[in-house]
């Protein structure tokens, strides 16, 4: 194809003028991909809650407890970590929204009892939501603007 | 898959440092990543639609793409060339969603590139005689004559023939070629 057209040649066109993008659109990436993060860990969250729904409607009330502790602590001292990087609160966004659907379902599966395998798991999305805030809020301390 | 293209902008040299880096998620590697190679999407995107705007989707759905998926990339090819790829699809992606009119005034043309200052007269001409091709066409002469992309690997990402990118080509550059002589302006000039 070249040899119909030597003419125009790699260097011509390599010579054309070069432009830079928007300075401001760095930070607006950097936001925009936090933003379909947030909505993954949500999303992600939705399913551990509808898992723990129908893990509640099919184990028998009757099953040994199974242990709670553990994610409720680590769930404590995340909580703790978020308070003292975000004192105002996390952001609001898809990851805050889905925290508090997880703690309105841990207060529902406390008011009537649920087994504590259910509430284990509503722990452990608790705790999954709030690592990923603060590694949120992390992140947000550590963007540099070019 | 990738062609060798040694004197592409996007055949940089990345520090295996750096990209560890951006692997771990560290933002300022990433901020460095985008500082260079920025430039080089947004001109090849420019330089196909046409468009300012149209370009700068192209670069923020790219480095979006580099910041939630450069933990998969494994080194098989260099970055750039990895990242040239995402930056071609992107922008074949944008040819394929929208219409993009094909305008003949030049000062329309680049006041849609949203150039900074006037340009130097030739290669503000030459850059019109360009940009007054058909966008399909446009990326062709782009891919193939600056990017090194082989007839190929542009039938792969148009889902054409090869014959078919061949023929889109020639039209081009003898298109190109009757506007600069009809223009009055010689080969030499174009930018």
Redesign the interface.
Same mark, same amino acid.
Request: glycine content about 0%; proline content about 9%; charged content about 25%.
């Given at each position: 194809?070249?040899e119909?057209?030597p003419?125009?040649s790699?260097a $011509?066109?390599?010579?054309?003028? $070069?432009?830079?993008? /928007?300075p401001a659109?760095?930070p607006?990436?950097?936001a925009?991909?936090r933003r379909? $993060?947030a909505q993954r860990v949500a999303a992600g969250a939705c399913c551990v809650l509808l898992l723990a729904g129908a893990t509640a409607a099919l184990l028998p009330a009757t099953r040994a407890p199974a242990p709670t502790h553990d994610w409720q602590a680590r769930a404590g001292a995340l909580e703790r970590e978020l308070a003292s990087a975000a004192p105002r609160g996390p952001a609001p966004g898809p990851l805050a929204d889905a925290l508090g659907g997880v703690d309105r379902a841990l207060h529902a599966a406390y008011a009537r009892g649920a087994p504590p395998a259910e509430r284990e798991t509503l722990w452990r999305a608790r705790s999954e939501l709030l690592e990923s805030l603060v590694a949120a809020q992390r /992140?947000g301390l550590?963007?540099?603007?070019? | 898959m990738e062609p060798t293209a040694p004197r592409s902008v996007f055949a940089q040299e990345v520090p295996p440092d750096l990209l560890a880096q951006a692997r771990r998620g560290d933002m300022q590697a990433h901020a460095e990543l985008y500082r260079r190679f920025a430039a080089p999407v947004f001109n090849l995107a420019l330089r196909v639609l046409g468009e300012r705007a149209a370009a700068e989707d192209v670069v923020q759905e790219v480095f979006v793409r580099v910041l939630g998926q450069v933990r998969r990339y494994r080194g098989e090819a260099p970055f750039g060339l990895w990242l040239r790829r995402l930056a071609v699809n992107a922008t074949i992606d944008q040819l394929r969603a929208r219409r993009f009119l094909v305008a003949t005034d030049a000062d329309a043309l680049l006041a849609r590139l949203g150039a900074p200052g006037p340009l130097p007269e030739q290669q503000a001409e030459a850059l019109a005689l360009l940009l007054r091709l058909p966008p399909r066409a446009r990326a062709v002469v782009v891919l193939h004559e600056l990017e090194g992309y082989t007839h190929a690997e542009l039938a792969r990402m148009f889902e054409q023939t090869e014959s078919y990118s061949k023929s889109i080509l020639s039209r081009a550059l003898v298109r190109l070629r009757r506007r600069l002589g009809r223009d009055g302006i010689g080969l030499e000039s174009l930018p």
């Open positions: 194809m070249n119909t057209m003419p125009l790699h $011509q066109l390599r010579a054309l003028p $070069q432009f830079a993008p /928007d659109l760095w607006r990436i950097v925009r991909a379909r $993060q /992140d550590r963007t540099t603007r070019i | -």
